[in-house]
């Protein structure tokens, strides 16, 4: 697992990202932040005190805010 990606159940950026990202077969850890509120304290961290999703958060610590699939792509190539 390279990354998690903090989700809510009705975020229509999120089931596009998570579906492009299905089709090039990059695998990741979902959370949904409505289920878990811990995990929506560390989405309000990265976005300054906003719940925005999707939030990547990478096994570096550093996060992206609504990506696009090529970003992810370029941040998981340049973690490699």
């Known amino acids: 697992m390279t990354f998690t990606m903090f989700t809510t159940p009705w975020c229509g950026y999120c089931h596009r990202l998570k579906s492009q990202l299905d089709r090039e077969g990059i695998t990741f850890s ?3 932040i409505e289920q878990q ?5 560390t ?6 005190g906003n719940q925005t ?7 570096d610590g550093s996060t992206l805010t609504n990506p696009s699939v090529v970003q992810v792509k370029d941040k998981l190539a340049a973690l490699a």
């Open 53 to 59: 999703v999707p939030t990547l958060l990478f096994s």
């Open 43 to 48: 989405v309000e961290q990265a976005n300054g």
């Open 30 to 32: 979902l959370v949904d």
């Open 37 to 41: 509120p811990d995990a929506a304290f």
